[in-house]
Each structure stands twice: as C-alpha cells, then as structure tokens.
DNA sequence: GAATATATGTGAAATATATCACAGATAAAA
DNA sequence: TTTTATCTGTGATATATTTCACATATATTC
C-alpha cells in the first residue's frame, strides 16, 4: 500500500498550514526531520486503534479520515488535503490511533515521527505552540460534528456540510466531485436519506445534481437552511 | 454569580490532573499565576460563543460542560471534578468558548490567563508538552463522543455513558446522584425513552432506580451491552 | 458494442425515537 | 400539614429515518 519512503526532506513542508502558522525559525528543524510517504488511491495509511506515532502533512492528493464501526459503517470525518496536518492525536500523546486514514486518490505525505517533533520542541519550544494551535482547530472541528450530530436533523447537517465541501473542494466551476454516497458518510446519513433531501433541493434550484457531482447553485439558501434547523 | 476572585494561589493546583502530568519545576511556574475563583450552585462561568482567555482547574465541586442549542435543546459533554482541567481551546487560541460552563454545585476553581500561560511556556518549555497531553485527552473525548452519536442507538450509548458517569461519580455505596433528565442530556436522548431503558434494566437487574438516583448493580452486562450495540 | 459495475432516483414498509398527555411519587416550601 | 414543585413511570400517537426492493442512468471493461 504504502510505495515508498524516501528520506528527501521538504520544500512541500513550507506550504503546509501547520507551518503557515509557524515562526520561520522552527520551519528548517521540522523539514530536515520530515520522510516523504507515497500512497496509492485507496491505500490504507492507518486503522482506528493502530498503534501510531508520527503526524503527517499532506503535499499532494487528499486522505480521507474516518472511523469505521464494527458492523462496517463508515463515518466520515475530515478530508485532508495539501497542505493540511493531520495524526496528530497518536502522535503526540503515544495512544492508537482515533481514526482510519484512507488515500482517496493517489497522494504524497510527509512524515514526522513523535521523538523527531518531541526533540525538534526542546530545540525550538516555538513548534509546541504550533502543535496547540492545530490541536485547538481539531477540537473546534470535532466539537462542531457532536453539536451537529446532536442537534440537527438530515437536512440541517447536509446542508452545513455541503457549504463546508463546497467551499473546500469545489472546482472554479462550482462542481464538487463527491457522491452520494460519500456525501452520506459524512453525516452518518444513508445515501437514500441524502437523494431524497437533494432532490428536494434541485427542484428549488439550491444545487444541481449529476452522477458523482453536486453544484451548489445557491449557497445563502443553503445557510439559511442551516440556520433555521438550529432553531427547531 | 462569580462570587469572589482572590490572588490566593494554590496548593489545590498541585491536586490538578494538569499537574499530575506535570514536571515539579513546571508547578512553582503556574501555582504562582493562578487566581481562585467561587461560583455559587448554578452559577454559569461562560457561555458558548463568549469570548474567554482563561483555563480553570476545579479546585472543590462540579462544573457542568455542555452545549445549548438556539432551541434551548441542551447536550452534556462532561462534568469536571477535581482535579480537572476545562477550558483550554479558548484559552489557548484565543477563540469563543466552544461550550457552556455551569456549576452543578458550589465550587472553587482556579483560574489561569492566557498571557500568563504564554509567558509561563517561554519559561518553562515543558508546560506547553503537558497542555498538549491536555488536548489530546480532551481530543480522543470528543471523538469517542462523534462515534458514539453516530454509531449507537440509545440503549448503546446509555450504556456507555452509565459506565462512565458511574466510574466517575458514583459514592462508596455505587449510588450516582443523577437524575434521568440530566441523563437524557449526557446522550442527546429524551429522558422518556432513557425511562423505558432503564426499566427494562431494571427488571433484568442491571440497574436498581430511584429518585435522583441510579445505581449499577451489573457492570459487566453493561459492558456487553454497550459492546454487542457496537455491531449492529 | 455488449457486458458489467457503479451511481442515482423513488416508492412502500419497518423501526427507532420523539412528542404528548397524564398519573403517581417524592421532595421542598409555605 | 398543606401546598407546590420536581421527578418518575407509561401508554398512545406522530415523525424522522432506515431498510428494502427495484428501475434507470452512467461509466468502465471486455
């Protein structure tokens, strides 16, 4: 699964948004540290539970984390893609790992191993501020998805999610490349629940719909349909 | 509502989970920084969505976590005993609070500033390494929480959560003082459907019930509940 | 192009849970 | 004690969502 693991360090580091956030001094400790990590579409990078011990910045491609539940039912929590962090939780702390990380398409990481970050604070206590920063922006997002979960029907989390998909991964175009499916994971929704709320949405002329892609044609009656769900 | 703020530092510091995880060097540091703060029985220290740049450590008492939805609807995340630590996102990124503190009892907390804690950091490096223990615990927390939502009906997760609060509240006798209200809200459930769970525990001896009270008297079967709920 | 796999669209039935409407029980206040 | 408020217990009904069972559409492979 994994191709190959070369020790050729990083310009890829300087895009990423861990080390947008960072002093430039702490930048060149980090990348002479970072191992490139080559994956192919649909390699599995790491299970929920695995043991764990290095965060990964994503340079090319895109990872999809997840956990999947013991009957086989995904949910899907994030998509990484350049230059986002993510693994930090195992990383950090020596615990397994919350959450499976799945290539979605053929994709190219860096790696950074727990001792390597532990050394590179003590060198440069800087990095450790940095590391609070993404686990504080991780909990905000994690925080989200258990009010959302909680809190919103159906239509009320499709609608948040898709103004979050959409604004991240949408084409120049509008078009977001994602079934329906996909799309359904990522509310702990069934596809059939998903069609019926877009359905509804396309003949109101919210979003246009075709196979494995969605348009969000109108993204304030989107919001306001979020909105208005927090209200009941 | 905040009934006194001293500058009386604090011995209950050393007694924090914070510090139980923390270098002796790193304590003089922060004990020195801390302000104790009273909050009387009811008493609401912020509100999600306020701004907020300070953590607490609970000192004596209970202090409830959760999130109030714009419906009133609320969601318990937790409730922090001594020697816990609550409040960190905001006061580490300077962000809104992401959740709603209120106590449960009259209760003492200490109170550290972010200025303060930043300052602390440059000092004494290895605090940041023990702030990030923090968040990672607070993290795997929070995701257990996700998959639990997404995964469980309610008989799973009241069973889960039974364990838990029971581990953590319940006095020498395995009485938890909780009433089912306040345990509908732990599960985003309503408390009739938690009543119909628990009576049908109850007559298969699982739990024993009264007024303001829960006590378990099977904690394996739990277990195997909260396990098999996992497969469905 | 035919065959096969994958994605979408959609109704009917089953299920879980919420909502509603009360009737005790127990505790707190007067 | 009487009153009042707050819990608990429990059925009937309403509702949201899943499950199931297909039909159709669109890609991919042979």
Request: proline content about 3%.
């Amino acid at each position: 699964m994994v191709r190959s693991e070369t020790s050729e360090p990083g310009r890829g580091l300087r895009n990423s948004h861990l080390i947008g956030e960072m002093r430039p001094e702490s930048l060149s400790v980090l990348s002479s540290l970072a191992k490139r990590v080559q994956l192919d579409k649909r390699a599995i990078l790491f299970f929920q539970q695995d043991p764990g011990d290095a965060i990964y910045v994503v340079e090319h491609g895109s990872i999809e984390i997840s956990i999947i539940g013991e009957s086989g039912r995904k949910l899907s929590l994030n998509v990484m893609r350049p230059p986002d962090v993510f693994g930090e939780i195992a990383a950090l702390d020596g615990g397994p790992r919350t959450a499976t990380a799945t290539a979605l398409e053929d994709s190219a990481l860096l790696r950074l191993r727990r001792n390597d970050i532990i050394r590179a604070i003590s060198d440069q206590p800087g990095i450790a501020l940095d590391l609070i920063g993404v686990l504080c922006e991780r909990l905000r997002w994690v925080s989200q998805q258990v009010e959302d979960l909680a809190m919103l029907d159906i239509e009320g989390r499709l609608a948040n999610r898709l103004i979050i998909l959409h604004r991240k991964f949408s084409d120049e175009r509008g078009r977001l490349n994602l079934s329906q499916s996909d799309l359904a994971d990522f509310l702990g929704a069934t596809r059939e629940s998903v069609n019926k709320t877009l359905q509804s949405w396309k003949s109101r002329s919210i979003v246009d719909l075709s196979r494995g892609a969605i348009w969000v044609l109108d993204d304030a009656k989107l919001a306001a349909i979020a909105v208005q769900a927090r209200q009941l």
